[in-house]
């Protein structure tokens, strides 16, 4: 398999998009809308010209603006899947796979089976059928690299699961250099070998998921991996131990190492929930007023002051949460990452 | 009570003016019975103008298709200094006084006109021919065709043009296969009220083309110098103008309503403005 090398450079409104990324897996890009992500796939399939720059697969070049080569976007070998789909309304499903070729649609109708929506007009099917025939249709035109503009935004939370997880699967059989862009961590996490922070049209971190989660490079990369932020100032206390006085008033302790102004990151599933604290206790304690309880399956997400957590269900039940009552959110030293501010 | 007043003051100004709208319409076709109206119209006054309206008009929008389109699909999708001028330019004719488009056409066009030496070098002589009544005709009803097709070229998702040439269809392919079908219902729209401008062409055309029965005389022409030698015979002409105008109007509405897609939305927006 080729890699997709890209290293480019292009104006946008606000600010410049710059990055290299070298693709052999898959690679997600997270990062806030308009951060440059959707105009990133567009300039590596041809439909936007970098200012300078250069894409290439294993040794066929798409585009060296050096050397004057540009390849248009129907000579390179892109499929594309973009947000909303972009499905043709005017056709039908069949004639949407087959416009890029008739010869292998049947094959691809019976495995994203839609071979019974075969006739049907895009503006008939659901989200989840149209995401199949998007798909569908970038495979049939035999891409070399996939290009996935936010695949499962316009998906309801019930069919994003099963799509999700169908999606996953589809990726690691077929191999290919593939860019996902996506606002959603979860998302790229689950997809994705690399995940890529782009902020402002840079690339902040490029690290698999489980490294984005453990060593967030800043503030940033922590609060969009779904990490609780807080701000305080740092200070040594010896023992390889670190007192940080946050802005509400109490003081946390973490085993990373910093002084002045630190973020403090600790992740919804390394806190605990109590009634009461125990001052003799060596967790790190916040209290605060129970703000909201969403119960996702069979955990259920808590809020209490500025710290978001993750108890069981009967935990929840056993410990009497309620809206507008006091609770204590507890996280060990070591779970406590303290990152610059981004 | 001063809310049920107003109330009755605006169904009274509806009234009266719908009333007044429909009172010519109704007017033509009471005055005399369709079986006399029927019967004039195989004079030969009729039948000629509606040979000159029906070969004038087939040209004339041939024409405007074939120019018209490309003109609207630049306009639409490209950005370059001076467009807003063209824009302008291609509008200036639907607010122009018809006679005034006459006068432009005789003066560009005319004997001695601003092309009018180059074309008589060329044995060509264009004022008072059918040659004039299809120019006068594409001048008033083109813009409306054009304007209409920038905004239905406009209203195509720009990410449905991406999807196809990624999908390897060139931008020729893309035109013809993704482009013009989701144009198409805004396009038909343009084209409809440009039918219904140049078939009730007047002004400019009896300005450039003169009225002259078998020759340059349309059926509006022939409505005007009948109306006083021979009413029934206006009237069965301005009866099958009425019936026309209908049609256009109806299919028009059809058109915009039986869109295949979502993307023609802001075409059938523009659409608001014309109709």
């Known amino acids: 398999m080729d890699t997709l090398e890209a290293e480019l450079a292009l104006p946008l409104r606000a600010f410049e998009l710059e990055l290299t990324l070298a693709v052999g897996g898959t690679v997600a890009l997270v990062g806030p809308s308009g951060a440059g992500k959707s105009s990133l796939l567009h300039a590596i399939a041809g439909l936007v010209r970098p200012r300078s720059g250069r894409i290439a697969l294993g040794d066929e070049v798409w585009l060296d603006t050096a050397r004057g080569v540009e390849r248009k976007p129907e000579e390179r070998r892109v499929g594309f899947v973009f947000q909303d789909y972009a499905l043709f309304p005017h056709l039908s499903v069949r004639r949407n796979v087959e416009y890029a070729g008739r010869r292998r649609a049947d094959a691809y109708l019976e495995r994203f089976r839609i071979a019974h929506l075969a006739d049907a007009r895009p503006g008939e099917l659901s989200g989840g059928e149209r995401q199949r025939v998007a798909l569908a249709r970038a495979l049939a035109r035999d891409p070399a690299v996939l290009l996935l503009d936010e695949p499962l935004s316009a998906l309801d939370a019930h069919t994003k699961a099963s799509v999700r997880s169908e999606l996953q699967q589809l990726l690691r059989e077929l191999g290919l250099p593939t860019i996902l862009v996506t606002h959603d961590f979860e998302d790229a996490a689950a997809l994705a070998d690399l995940v890529g922070v782009l902020v402002e049209g840079k690339v902040r971190q490029l690290a698999s998921p489980q490294e984005l989660v453990s060593r967030p490079r800043d503030a940033f990369v922590a609060s969009l991996t779904g990490a609780n932020l807080l701000h305080g100032v740092a200070g040594p206390v010896g023992d390889d131990l670190t007192a940080v006085r946050l802005d509400t008033g109490e003081t946390v302790y973490s085993t990373d190492l910093a002084q002045g102004r630190v973020g403090v990151v600790v992740y919804p599933w390394d806190v605990s929930v109590a009634r009461i604290h125990h001052e003799d206790s060596a967790m790190n304690a916040i209290r605060g007023e129970v703000g909201s309880l969403v119960e996702i399956g069979n955990r259920v997400r808590v ?6 957590a993750e108890v069981t269900a009967a935990s929840a039940e056993r410990l009497e949460l309620a809206r507008g009552g006091c609770a204590v959110a507890t996280f060990k030293a070591t779970a406590t990452r303290l990152v610059e501010l981004g | 009570m001063r809310r049920a007043l107003t109330a009755v003051a605006f169904f ?3 009234l009266v003016a719908l009333g007044f709208l429909a009172l010519p319409i109704v007017a033509i076709f009471a005055h005399a019975s369709p079986a006399r109206l029927a019967s004039q119209l195989s004079s030969p006054v009729v039948t000629d103008a509606l040979v000159v309206s029906v070969e004038t008009s087939a040209v004339a929008q041939a024409l405007v298709l074939a120019l018209g389109t490309p003109t609207a699909y630049l306009l639409a999708t490209r950005r370059f200094p001076g467009r807003s001028l063209f824009v302008t330019l291609v509008e200036l004719p639907l607010v122009l006084p018809p006679a005034v488009a006459g006068l432009g056409l005789l003066a560009a066009l005319g004997r001695n006109g601003l092309l009018g030496s180059s074309l008589d070098a060329l044995g060509l002589s264009i004022p008072f021919t059918r040659t004039a009544v299809t120019l006068a005709v594409a001048f008033v009803a083109s813009p409306l065709y054009v304007r209409q097709g920038i905004a239905a070229f ?12 990624t999908l390897g269809a060139g931008s020729t392919r893309t035109f013809f296969r993704v482009v013009l079908p ?7 729209a343009g084209f409809a009220l440009s039918l219904a401008r140049g078939l009730g062409e007047f002004g400019a055309t009896i ?21 006083d030698r021979n009413f029934d015979a206006a009237l069965a002409m301005g009866a099958l103008l009425v019936l026309v105008s209908a049609a256009v109007l109806l299919t028009l509405k059809l058109s915009v309503q039986w869109t295949p897609s979502r993307q023609s939305s802001r075409s059938r927006f523009a659409l608001s403005s014309w109709s």
């Open chain 1, 303 to 308: 809020s209490i002051g500025p710290i978001a």
């Open chain 2, 154 to 165: 406009e209203a195509v998702d720009p990410s449905m043009v991406a999807a196809s040439r």
């Open chain 2, 182 to 188: 989701l144009a198409r219902p805004g396009l038909a």
């Open chain 2, 207 to 227: 300005m450039f083309a003169g009225s002259l029965q078998g020759v340059t005389q349309t059926l509006p022409l022939a409505i005007y110098s009948e109306f």
């Open chain 2, 12 to 14: 009274a100004a509806a």
